[in-house]
């Protein structure tokens, strides 16, 4: 029976030889750990698949450099962090997003969300939600309701991520004054 080879030795493997056994058992092994941790931090598991995808690639191809000194998973996670946010940032990722919204703008049904937004459910904090400008609660919704990064809401709405970071800090400011 043949012994667990390390991190180090499968991207050596690689690296050396181009080993197809040594990748297939890299990719078994943190494939879908780095799914997982990125599904946190982007919803769309086709966008999250083809990440995991490109990031596999790079080892393979070797565009991807490993240094000895370094954990294997945080390399990895480096590698894939950084894919996912160039794929959030390209026009692909941007279109999809705003579609997305956009089917969700033109329901006839109102969601949860945006019951809550317009002030059906919940009294005082309704009223004060649905006297934020929409730009406000757009970030608001995109920020609190959905729970987006920063980048992930600048990239959902188009604007800059110092837009995002203002505009959630008006509405904020804007709530507390009328809760007050």
């Known amino acids: 029976m043949r012994e667990t080879?390390?991190?180090?030795?499968?991207?050596?493997?690689?690296?050396?030889?181009?080993?197809?056994?040594?990748?297939?058992?890299?990719?078994r092994r943190?494939?879908?750990?780095l799914t997982a941790r990125l599904r946190g931090r982007c919803a769309d598991a086709g966008v999250v698949d083809d990440v995991v995808q490109e990031t596999f690639l790079a080892v393979w191809r070797g565009t991807a450099r490993y240094r000895e000194e370094g954990d294997a998973a945080g390399w990895l996670w480096r590698i894939g962090s950084r894919r996912l946010i160039d794929t959030l940032?390209?026009?692909?990722?941007?279109?999809?997003?705003?579609?997305?919204?956009?089917?969700?703008?033109?329901?006839?049904?109102?969601?949860?969300?945006?019951?809550?937004l317009a002030g059906v459910e919940h009294g005082d904090l309704a009223g004060a939600l649905t006297r934020l400008s929409p730009e406000?609660?757009?970030?608001?919704?995109?920020t609190v309701i959905d729970g987006l990064s920063t980048r992930e809401a600048a990239v959902l709405l188009g604007i800059p991520p110092g837009t995002v970071k203002t505009r959630a800090l008006r509405a904020r400011k804007q709530l507390r004054e009328e809760l007050a």
Request: without cysteine; hydrophobic residues 40%.
């Open 136 to 142: 406000l609660r757009a970030v608001l919704q995109a």
């Open 30 to 33: 943190y494939a879908p750990w």
């Open 5 to 27: 080879r390390s991190d180090g030795e499968l991207l050596r493997a690689i690296a050396a030889d181009g080993d197809r056994r040594a990748f297939e058992e890299l990719y």
């Open 89 to 116: 940032r390209g026009d692909g990722a941007r279109g999809r997003m705003r579609q997305a919204l956009a089917r969700l703008r033109h329901r006839d049904e109102a969601s949860a969300e945006e019951r809550v």
